[in-house]
């Protein structure tokens, strides 16, 4: 995606990407190692997931990459002119387990590169183990290390992992622009990692809430280590409307750029970025409806179909695939 400096002329329907990194950011090399090891862990979760799966876990890999996306849609300042934005990787993996969950963020962060032009395509198995992988992982492991007894104490290590995985995501950002000769690491690391030490109170905060209330209406999903969601199809409209209901508040979000933009405009390799090959629906517009609020609304209620239906589908599929013929 480029990025471009935010005016009064473009802030609507403009969502800077949190971690989301361009194309031109990272020389060819690092991209294809990242493409590597990105592919054999997403390998890894797939075989997991195919046999872990439970029926009912099914749909809620679709309302989670739905609320992910949409969640993802609204920026929130902090200090210093910044925005950030949820990642989700911890609130994916502790609610659905760590394969599962990294597949789901797979789906989202992979859709916002193909269809929104959000994060670049050379690059996209970087940005998907920066912000699906290594925070999913983050997550999980730190809160399932904790007593279930312990509902309280969960949900304040759930927020300290969530902090702690947007830490991570902007330390591989870091060390991946550092390697490809974009920044000195002793400039470029301090300033992500200050940067996304605020914006990760943000996501902590976000994923306590949710926890929080998930455990309120569906305790069982945070009580066992095998994820079994429970009730109708009841929850799964309502999972669905409360994602497109976040979306109807992206005008609202922070027109501000995010940590990842700002490190890059104030160390100068912001002109590195390179235009997408193709547009489908670029930075969450509608083509055709210009760059409007209700642009950006429509063009977020289509992708929060359009993931949920990729998470869900992938899970039937997995499901089928796992039977025995």
Do not use: C
Not at 230 to 235: C, D, I, L, V
């Amino acid at each position: 995606m480029l990025l471009q400096p935010l005016t009064p002329e473009n802030t609507v329907g403009t969502l800077p990407p949190a971690l989301h990194i361009p194309d031109g950011f990272l020389s060819l090399p690092i991209a294809l190692v990242f493409w590597v090891v990105t592919a054999a862990l997403v390998a890894t979760a797939v075989r997991r997931t195919q046999h872990e799966l439970g029926e009912r876990q099914v749909p809620l890999m679709g309302i989670m990459a739905a609320f992910i996306f949409a969640g993802q849609m609204i920026n929130f300042p902090v200090a210093g002119g910044t925005s950030g934005h949820l990642l989700g990787g911890a609130l994916a993996a502790i609610v659905l387990g760590p394969w599962a969950g990294m597949l789901v963020m797979t789906a989202v962060i992979a859709l916002q590169a193909l269809l929104f032009q959000d994060g670049g395509l050379v690059v996209m198995g970087a940005n998907i183990f920066n912000m699906g992988l290594v925070t999913a992982l983050i997550g999980y492991g730190l809160y399932r290390g904790v007593s279930a007894r312990k509902p309280g104490l969960r949900l304040a290590v759930a927020g300290i992992a969530a902090w702690l995985s947007v830490m991570a995501g902007a330390f591989f950002t870091a060390l991946q622009l550092w390697l490809s000769g974009t920044s000195p690491l002793a400039i470029v690391m301090p300033a992500m990692l200050g940067v996304h030490a605020l914006i990760g109170i943000g996501e902590a905060l976000i994923t306590v809430a949710a926890l929080g209330f998930i455990a309120r209406v569906q305790p069982g999903l945070l009580q066992s280590e095998a994820v079994q969601a429970r009730g109708s199809a009841g929850w799964v409209v309502g999972g669905l409307a409360a994602a497109l209901i976040v979306v109807l508040m992206s005008p609202l979000a922070s027109a501000n750029p995010d940590g990842l933009e700002r490190v890059a405009e104030n160390l100068g390799f912001l002109g590195r970025s390179a235009n997408a090959p193709f547009a489908v629906l670029p930075d969450y517009t509608i083509p055709f409806l210009g760059n409007t609020a209700i642009s950006t609304v429509a063009a977020g209620a289509v992708g929060v179909l359009v993931v949920a239906g990729a998470a869900l589908g992938l899970g039937r599929f997995l499901r089928r695939s796992d039977k025995p013929l």
